[in-house]
């Protein structure tokens, strides 16, 4: 068994309705789900909305990942809890961890040690069933779409011209490119088709983005599955799968509410992966937490270049969201890696290496000043850690003008980010946030491209081929120009090569695909090799997820 599980097991609980309380949320505002977590109805969320006052916003973010870990989440859940510690009335608005990452590579995702949000097992698995709910309306308008192609095609879809994927929430590579309808034409007409995991689904990042049930249905009737021979769009309100879709999304709306090992009320909401979607929690889950609380930390997937700016361009554009501080969340093992050391001799003392990867570092804190954000740097400390690499880090910083602070919540909890807590109220006080996007709406789409690629990834250039530029100037006539993009890449690498790792310049960043994402909002560019649809490792995590003799679960974490 981990420690993390150990710790998490041997917590005491408290009751949903006391967390709740805690927040300010009355019983009757509850639907629970067990004993430990609970939906927020919405009834409520839209008259706190009304009511009560919004709070400061706190964005946490970190340095590109790698094997050696970085503890972004972990840290996010340690800031909320210290800052109950020093007096400030916090919440946390994280996302929910995907069933294939969890079965995959990472494991479960609530954080680690004496800084999680609780009940960890449900939480990474089937929790309240968000992501069913979001896998079965997106399939529903999959076979709503065959099924009317099947029955006369009255719209005129060209078969051609189907854009729309089925999704699972599972690592699955085999389902990335498919034939389907095969055996006779009872079975409809054989095309070739693909899945997406749930997380990229674009019902995923409309779930996310929604204000509310009405705006929900909205966006989804906006999705364009298909065009016709004429090439005009066709819409899932076209098809009149809008309203089925949006019944099936209806309780998964309402945000979830848990607890951290502290009590800290953490809404746990949404899910969509940083590098191929924008990375965020739900709408929804934030506004709320922002109406309940007098701070809200919250955090953004993977690194910076991608999560942050995701958060920064997409969620807080079309949301009008304003973060009044920013983490970057670093190690110095993370560091050393960037900086050229193989993981397995990161448990020795290497100054050079760390100083050379402290470049990854140092250019995210470069890219989130570009938005308006001085970020405060929290060293997630490992007991590897020297003091001359720490020394050397905090030196660094120093010198590009930032705080970093020494952070223990592993392995102490709120009290080992107390520090951090005071550095990032600082910062609010001081008022010193003036948070502006990168690019203006009215940028044409390739151009706010390689702006994303010049300003945050220091890319030399974009390579945009003529079919994938020419959809972009489609999707402009088609009045989609003003949308923010949503950049698929690798999260190991400012660049397209998950092998630059440290802070590479003079690099081309290849677009390979463009989809227009016209439900949620913005129009995603895939680059390199990323895939929609990932799939597992050579020793995948589910291996080693079983239960005991008792049925409890065992290698979660």
């Known amino acids: 068994m981990s420690i993390d599980l150990e710790i998490a097991r041997a917590a005491t609980l408290r009751p949903i309705r006391e967390i709740a309380q805690r927040a300010g949320i009355p019983e009757e505002a509850l639907e629970p789900y067990g004993k430990f977590k609970a939906k927020v109805g919405l009834d409520f969320a839209a008259r706190v909305a009304r009511e009560r006052p919004r709070g400061r916003l706190v964005l946490v973010t970190g340095i590109n990942p790698t094997p050696a870990g970085e503890g972004k989440s972990t840290t996010t859940v340690g800031l909320g809890d210290a800052l109950n510690r020093i007096g400030v009335r916090a919440m946390i608005a994280l996302r929910e961890p995907s069933l294939g990452p969890c079965f995959g590579v990472k494991g479960g995702a609530t954080g680690g040690g004496h800084a999680q949000v609780v009940p960890m097992e449900d939480i990474n ?30 719209l005129g879809i060209d078969a051609r011209r189907i854009s729309w994927r089925r999704a699972i929430d599972m690592n699955d590579r085999a389902l990335r490119h498919v034939v389907q309808s095969l055996g006779g034409t009872g079975n409809g007409f054989p095309r070739e088709d693909g899945f997406d995991i749930v997380v990229a689904s674009e019902v995923m990042a409309a779930f996310c983005l929604a204000e509310d049930l009405a705006d929900l249905q909205a966006r989804l ?23 089925a879709m949006a019944v099936l999304l209806r309780d998964a709306l309402a945000p979830n509410l848990v607890q951290t090992l502290a009590g800290t009320p953490a809404l746990v909401h949404g899910g969509p992966f940083a590098n191929i979607a924008h990375g965020c929690n739900s709408v929804m889950a934030t506004k709320l ?23 920064l361009d997409i969620k807080c554009r079309l949301a009008g969201l304003a973060p009044d501080a920013c983490v970057i969340v670093a190690t110095i ?17 290497d100054v050079p290496a760390l100083r ?10 470069e890219n989130m000043r570009k938005f308006g954000l ?26 590009l003008g930032t705080e970093a602070i020494l952070c223990t919540h592993w392995a102490d909890g709120a009290e080992g980010a107390v520090g951090l807590a005071e550095a990032v109220m600082r910062r609010i006080a001081a008022g010193e946030a003036r948070f502006a996007p990168l690019y203006p709406d009215a940028m044409p789409l390739a151009e706010k491209i390689a702006t994303i690629a010049r300003e945050i990834y220091r890319a030399e250039g974009v390579a945009i081929p003529e079919a994938v530029a020419a959809k972009l100037a489609r999707f402009e006539a088609m009045g989609f120009g003003h949308a923010p993009v949503c950049i698929a890449k690798t999260q190991y690498s400012f660049s397209a090569d998950p092998a630059k790792l440290g802070a590479p310049t003079g690099h081309t960043l290849p677009v390979r695909e463009v989809r227009l994402s016209a439900g949620a909002g913005f129009v995603v560019a895939i680059c390199g090799e990323v895939m929609t649809m990932p799939g597992l490792p050579r020793v995948p995590a589910a291996e080693n997820i079983r239960l005991d003799a008792e049925g409890r679960i065992e290698g979660l974490f």
């Open 221 to 243: 009737g906006r999705i364009i599955v298909a065009e016709t021979r004429e090439r005009r769009p066709v819409t899932a309100a076209d098809l009149k799968a809008d309203g």
């Open 333 to 349: 093992r993370a560091l050393k890696m960037h900086g050229g050391v193989a993981k397995a001799d990161l448990g020795r003392e």
């Open 289 to 311: 937490a922002l109406h309940l609380s007098d701070v809200v930390v919250t955090e953004a997937g993977f690194g910076a270049d991608l999560g942050a700016e995701k958060f």
């Open 125 to 154: 698995l089937h929790f309240t069933g968000d992501f069913h709910a979001i896998t079965a309306a997106n399939n529903l308008l999959a076979a709503m779409l065959d099924n009317h192609i099947h029955w006369g095609n009255a």
């Open 374 to 399: 001085p970020p405060v740097v929290a060293l997630n400390r490992f007991t590897s850690d020297t003091e001359a690499e720490i020394a050397a880090l905090r030196e660094a910083m120093a010198e």
């Open 356 to 365: 050379r990867g402290v470049a990854n570092l140092a250019r995210h804190v």
